[in-house]
Nanobody, 122 residues
C-alpha cells in the first residue's frame, strides 16, 4: 500500500482544514487507517484512527471533539477534518495503514505516507 497525504497549509487559529490520504492498491478497504503528527522537536504522536468499514474511530484526547476521521473506500481515501485549530496543532501530519486494529502506536502500522505540513498561526 502506498499512501500520499495532502491538504496541509497555513491557517489561523480557530480555522479548519481537511487533510486527505490517497492510497494505492486494491486492499485499501481491509486496512485500519491512522493519522499521526510530529511537531518540531517532538516525537510523532497519535491523532486518530478509523476501522476498515469506517464504523469505528478513536481519537487522542488532545483532538477529540475537534477532529474527525472519515474514509471513502470507493476512492481509496481517508480524510482528517480539523476544526477549531490551535497553534499547538502545528505539525507535519502523516497517514498510516495497518491490520492490527485501532492502534495508537507507530509500530502497529505497516505503511506510511509522506507527511503534509499544517501550520496554525495565533
Amino acid at each position: 500500500v502506498q499512501l500520499q497525504a495532502s491538504g496541509g497549509g497555513l491557517v489561523q487559529a480557530g480555522g479548519s482544514l481537511r487533510l486527505s490520504c490517497a492510497a494505492s492498491g486494491r486492499t485499501f478497504s481491509s486496512y485500519y487507517m491512522g493519522w499521526f503528527r510530529q511537531a518540531p522537536g517532538k516525537e510523532r504522536e497519535f491523532v486518530g484512527a478509523i476501522s476498515p468499514s469506517g464504523g469505528s474511530t478513536y481519537y487522542a484526547d488532545s483532538v477529540k471533539g475537534r477532529f474527525t476521521i472519515s474514509r471513502d473506500n470507493a476512492k481509496n481515501t481517508v480524510y482528517l477534518q480539523m476544526n477549531s485549530l490551535k497553534p499547538e496543532d502545528t505539525a507535519v501530519y502523516y497517514c498510516a495503514a495497518g491490520l492490527r486494529g485501532l492502534r495508537t502506536t507507530r509500530s502497529q502500522y505497516d505503511y506510511w505516507g509522506h507527511g503534509t505540513l499544517v501550520a496554525v498561526s495565533s
